[in-house]
């Protein structure tokens, strides 16, 4: 019985590998992919995208395990193809087993909105990777763009396998992962680095991945992070001084920094900040065509007390003394991080004050922590409950990932769900019709804060499930109450019953 239990999970492998589930047929083959891998040594592994300095613009990555050329051939027409010669880089490793050679490629100015096929070829023809596609994002302003956002995931993550399929199959348009990236690149020599990326690669391939760097990344001054990865505004190999970026996709601004360099003092900590100032500026002068402005940090501006209680007090507020006022300076709506294995969603909020426990025309940012994929290596409890706390998930058995959905330039949805489920656990709406600057920084901003008597204008609360574990009880619990009362409230009427007819008998 277990033998055709194995056979049937296989060929239900086999079947969604091949890209029969959901909207999206990638073209998986997986036996042609193991047999090219085992006809030669060399042959592309770790395949990934991600956007270029412009959101039509493709960054091509994969690794080989000896040197040697190659190209990407791409177009609308797999008989058509144009040639992009990739850049090789040496990863300077311990393990034998690992692959050395990494390669990047740049394919410029792409349709928005056009699917485009592609395969990786040396120089004469004898090595190739199957072929394989994916989508460039759209520019249609009148169609909402969708993003998936998790943190602090890695091999021993155990919803790892849903997460692939949910991202090749979502309909994403990009994917973004906000630091700890596999746990560790670097472990093991390099190959459980190897393993990660060869694994997420059934959807790093066709969907572009874009990454910030965590506490996880540091080792040898983020070594395998700068080599294995290529994000917008950088040279590659990315130089230890420009490990951040902004990207425009629609109407959203993404601005990703490196929270590592707050914590310990770090020499760039100075060239970050100035230039997150300037970049933050130049997207204030821009906010009719993108609007939202959301930025990404591995590590928390605010969190509550945990196992991690040093960093939710010292780390945290030495990030939040540099960037909490700029924040509400230059209008940023939303601030996403990861670090604490648990999910937290706060009110917006300034100085550790809540303006409002609603999010129609937010008056301050909001501050997200989206870490619960990393349950497995380290399990953040939650002690406390602040008043800015609008929401939050600590529970060891749920593995999460979000959903952001920007409707338009006024309206974003922003979801969370448990992993290998795909339970909704969190649905919150932002209605921001008033984009821009938050007002001038210092406690005197907290003179917006003011009791609402009249609620009649504002739309209704958010809404948002509950613990789903905590629901369920208490739905268990109403039934047997029910049930309960049920069968008393019988055996009364046959109780009265029978000494009715006891009276009548005498």
């Not at 055709?4 to 047929?25: D, K, P």
């Not at 605010?302 to 230059?330: G, P, W």
């Not at 909020?349 to 349950?375: C, D, E, H, K, W």
């Not at 969190?426 to 804060?449: E, M, R, T, W």
């Amino acid at each position: 019985m277990n033998l055709i239990t194995s056979l049937v999970w296989f060929i239900i492998f086999l079947f969604q590998a091949n890209g029969h589930h959901g909207h999206r047929q990638h073209g998986f083959n997986l036996a042609g992919r193991l047999a090219s891998s085992y006809n030669n040594r060399n042959n592309p592994e770790q395949i990934h995208i991600s956007l270029g300095s412009l959101p039509y613009d493709i960054v091509m990555m994969w690794s080989t395990k000896e040197e040697e050329t190659f190209y990407v051939e791409y177009g609308n027409d797999p008989k058509t193809l144009t040639r992009a010669k990739g850049a090789i880089s040496e990863l300077k490793i311990d393990s034998e087993q690992a692959a050395r050679f990494l390669h990047r490629a740049e394919l410029l100015g792409l349709k928005p909105g056009a699917r485009y096929s592609y395969r990786i070829i040396n120089g004469n023809s004898t090595v190739k990777s199957e072929t394989l596609t994916f989508e460039v994002p759209h520019n249609d302003s009148a169609k909402s763009h969708s993003f998936l956002i998790v943190a602090d995931m890695g091999m021993l993550t155990k919803a790892l396998q849903f997460l692939i399929h949910e991202a090749v199959n979502g309909e994403y348009e990009v994917v973004f992962h906000v630091g700890d990236i596999a746990y560790n690149l670097n472990s093991e020599g390099g190959s459980l680095g190897d393993h990660y990326m060869n694994r997420v690669a059934k959807f790093t391939s066709h969907v572009p991945y874009m990454t910030t760097p965590g506490d996880h990344e540091r080792f040898r001054s983020f070594y395998h992070y700068r080599y294995r990865f290529s994000m917008p505004n950088s040279p590659w190999p990315m130089k230890e001084e420009n490990l951040w970026y902004s990207i425009d996709i629609g109407h959203t601004h993404f601005i990703s920094i490196n929270t590592e360099y707050f914590l310990p003092e770090s020499e760039y900590k100075s060239h970050q900040l100035q230039w997150l100032r300037q970049d933050l500026k130049a997207a204030n002068k821009k906010r009719k065509s993108s609007p939202w402005i959301i930025v990404m940090g591995h590590k928390p501006i605010y969190c509550t007390k945990s196992v991690m209680e040093q960093e939710c007090h010292k780390e945290n507020s030495a990030i939040r003394e540099e960037l909490e006022d700029l924040f509400f300076e230059q209008g940023v709506d939303l601030y996403i991080s990861g670090h604490k294995h648990s999910y937290e969603r706060s009110w917006p909020m300034y100085l550790s004050r809540t303006f409002q426990t609603n999010y129609f025309n937010p008056m301050a940012p909001v501050y997200i922590i989206n870490g619960a994929m990393g349950y497995e290596y380290l399990f953040d409890e939650q002690k406390s409950s602040p008043y800015w706390l609008a929401f939050s998930v600590s529970d060891k058995r749920k593995e999460l990932f979000a959903r952001l959905n920007v409707i338009n330039e006024t309206h974003l949805v922003w979801t969370v769900h448990a992993a290998s489920t795909n339970e909704e656990v969190d649905y919150v709406q932002i209605i921001q019709k008033n984009h821009g600057s938050f007002g001038k920084p210092g406690v005197a901003a907290l003179d917006k804060i003011k009791p609402r008597t009249n609620r009649q204008d504002l739309p209704p609360e958010p809404f948002h499930i509950v613990d789903v574990e905590s629901q369920s009880y208490q739905s268990r619990r109403l039934i047997l109450f029910s049930a309960v009362f049920s069968l008393s409230f019988i055996l009364f009427l046959f109780l009265r019953s029978h000494k009715v007819r006891k009276v009548l008998h005498l």
